[in-house]
């Protein structure tokens, strides 16, 4: 049975849920880096804040590359131009 750590905000948890979803989506992290994102594979470090991510790795396609990152480092979100997740002041 997976459990989750209490401590994490909605915010974690809600990148979560989008990204598990199979669709294409970009990813804008924190230090500007902008990720194209198909699917994920995810967990948490015991004592961690967050969850790691990461990316286009099941199934693989050797086409797409494969970052890794906190759910912490993400600011934004978006599907089809459609804005899913915005961090205050981030991808208005």
């Given at each position: 049975?997976?459990?989750y750590?209490?401590?994490?905000n909605?915010?974690?948890?809600?990148?979560?849920?989008?990204?598990?979803?199979?669709?294409?989506?970009?990813?804008?992290?924190?230090n500007?880096?902008?990720?194209?994102?198909?699917?994920?594979?995810?967990?948490?470090?015991?004592?961690?804040?967050?969850?790691?991510?990461?990316?286009?790795?099941?199934?693989?396609?050797?086409?797409l590359?494969?970052?890794?990152?906190?759910?912490?480092?993400?600011?934004?979100?978006?599907?089809?131009?459609?804005?899913?997740?915005?961090?205050?002041?981030?991808?208005?």
């Amino acid at each position: 049975m997976m459990t989750y750590d209490r401590s994490l905000n909605d915010d974690d948890q809600k990148i979560i849920d989008i990204l598990s979803i199979d669709e294409r989506y970009e990813v804008l992290l924190r230090n500007n880096a902008l990720l194209d994102v198909r699917n994920i594979a995810w967990g948490q470090d015991f004592g961690e804040r967050g969850f790691h991510i990461t990316t286009n790795i099941s199934p693989y396609d050797p086409g797409l590359p494969c970052d890794f990152f906190s759910t912490r480092d993400v600011v934004g979100i978006r599907c089809g131009g459609k804005v899913l997740f915005a961090a205050p002041s981030n991808m208005q």
